[in-house]
């Protein structure tokens, strides 16, 4: 079966450009989750979406950073005014309700590069 | 602050031997442990877990031991195969406002020589 997409796979843009990343998770998944890799660093989290209850956004670096997820299915993250320090990959998972012991099943990412 | 940590950011390991896997964490609110084995270019895949009601997982080739009064995890691999190798994350979770989002510590990389 499909597992979970993102698009665009790499993705190069000018420091001070707007950005959306995508990400279409494994159909009847209620919790979407993103993430960051930066170079040498483990999985930063980012947001955290389930199902109809507001996401935990805790993770968000700044208020450039913003998510949403339509109908319960994709979710698109968007950076706005990139900088340089934003450039890492950018992991999408999802999983069933979300709780605990419920694996993510992640996407292969989207390598950003801010130059 | 690193809440899960491994120190180890890389092993080498000959084929068919063991390969040890090391994860230390300092919030004694998680009491569920994952690891997560990542190829280049592809996302982490899930591989095992287990919960703080436990001190041991076994899955075919893939063990994982936690000691809860130390904190600490391990991940053994035997015998460990070349295609083993990637970069493992350990990761944990507790409850937080009712959600269990997991933190991740910054991954091992694992060479298993032929």
């Known amino acids: 079966g499909a597992g979970v997409s993102q698009s665009p796979s790499n993705k190069v843009t000018e420091k001070g450009k707007d950005v959306e990343l995508r990400c279409d998770p494994i159909?009847?998944?209620?919790?979407l989750y993103w993430y960051r890799q930066s170079l040498g660093q483990g999985l930063e989290f980012l947001i955290y979406?389930?199902?109809?209850?507001?996401?935990?956004k805790s993770g968000l670096p700044s208020d450039r950073f913003s998510a949403e997820r339509t109908g319960g299915s994709v979710s698109t993250l968007t950076i706005q005014r990139t900088q340089q320090e934003d450039s890492a990959v950018y992991l999408c998972?999802?999983?069933?309700?979300?709780?605990?012991?419920?694996?993510?099943?992640f996407g292969p990412g989207t390598r950003l590069t801010v130059l | 602050d690193q809440q899960v940590k491994q120190n180890s950011p890389s092993l080498s390991v000959q084929e068919g031997r063991i390969s040890i896997l090391n994860c230390d964490y300092t919030?004694?609110?998680?009491?569920?442990f994952l690891w997560y084995k990542k190829y280049p270019a592809e996302g982490p895949t899930f591989l095992i877990s287990?919960?703080?009601?436990?001190d041991k997982n076994e899955d075919g080739r893939f063990t994982v031991f936690l000691n809860k009064s130390a904190k600490h995890l391990s991940l053994h691999i035997v015998p460990s195969q070349p295609g083993d190798s990637a970069v493992y994350f350990c990761?944990?979770?507790?409850?937080?406002?009712?959600?269990?989002?997991?933190?991740f510590g910054r991954g091992t990389s694992l060479i298993v020589h032929p």
């Open positions: 998972a999802s999983s069933t309700p979300g709780g605990r012991g419920n694996e993510q099943f």
């Open positions: 159909s009847g998944h209620t919790a």
């Open positions: 979406f389930q199902g109809n209850s507001a996401p935990d």
């Open positions: 919030n004694s609110m998680f009491d569920y």
């Open positions: 287990i919960s703080s009601i436990k």
């Open positions: 990761a944990a979770s507790g409850s937080t406002g009712g959600s269990y989002i997991p933190t």
